[in-house]
């Protein structure tokens, strides 16, 4: 059975704070259809039943194939609460993960928020990893205008680091001039994309992926273009003062929709960096995630250790 690693669900306390506290966050309601969550009116997600119902993968036959599915709370995580509420989102996210897990012991893991700006944050990922034991984090690419090398955060990924923490490191709402993003749905198809490229790449020429090497970060949607514009970082990095070279312990998840880009970056990174993943409930269809990855033609040992091996030995 598949370990999904990138999959998503609002907690119902989760939602009533985002819409009491959500600062430019929103949910839309309209008279038909399912309310959708949105950023200065651009639709970001629908939340369908999915969205927030735990169980409903467990129903869906495009899931059917995925045997254990890593939970994480999506865009817009806790960052758009005030310090003080985000901590206390954090808790209440971390501790229904919790829950969840609990309820489905052999089908369901999480990932823990962190308040990036909040107080006690080094004290939630121990309280995370070790009174609620979860398995890793999700953090986003930015938090509001600020990047994730951003000295104040460095106390976070000393301590994650320490741990020898997994990362989901989730795209973000690029905040910074998103707003041409609003037509088309460009925000999905592109918007995240661009986020966690420009993400990796400039943490990578700032030496923060070294700095950092004892955490081992999954990068979603195959890394954005991260690895299709790494011929261009390595020409350019005289510019920067560390050389381009990321740590190790970097993976990528196979959001990519083509065999062909499947291939290639196995070819680039090796099998043993790839991650099954199928962004339910929002992508969400793990067929058709598979079939790419089959259509790849790696062969057998390269799909188990895609579908799960790699998984296994991050998660356990």
Known sequence: MLVDVHTHCYSHQYLALLENHGGEYRIARAPAGPPRLTWRGIPVVTLHPATYDIAVRFRDPRQARVGLHLISTTVPNV??????????????????????????????????????????????????????????????????????????????????HDRGATVLLHPMVPTRGGEHLRDHDLLSLVGFIGAIT?????????????????????????????????????FGWPASAVAPDPAPELFYDTLAFQPQAIAAAAQMV??????????????????????????????????????????HRLFG
């Open 79 to 160: 960052y758009p609460f005030p310090p003080a509420i985000q901590e206390q989102a954090a808790r209440l996210v971390n501790d229904e993960l919790a829950r969840w897990r609990d309820a489905y012991p052999d089908r369901v893991r999480g990932l823990a928020s962190l308040p990036m700006d909040g107080g006690g944050t080094v004290a939630e990922v121990d309280r995370a990893l070790d009174a609620l034991g979860l398995s890793g984090f999700v953090i986003g690419t930015h938090v509001g205008q600020r990047d994730l090398d951003d000295p104040a955060y460095a106390p976070i990924f000393r301590r994650l």
């Open 198 to 234: 420009e993400s990796v790449v400039r943490l990578t020429l700032t030496g923060f992926f070294r700095r950092y090497g004892n955490i081992r970060f999954i990068l979603p949607q195959m890394g954005g273009a991260a690895l299709w514009v790494g011929g261009r970082v390595r």
């Open 270 to 311: 090796g099998a043993g960096h790839l991650l099954f993943a199928s962004d339910y409930p929002h992508l969400g269809d793990a067929e058709a995630v598979w079939s790419h990855i089959a259509q790849a033609n790696l062969g057998p040992d390269a799909e188990e250790a895609i579908g799960w091996r790699n998984a």
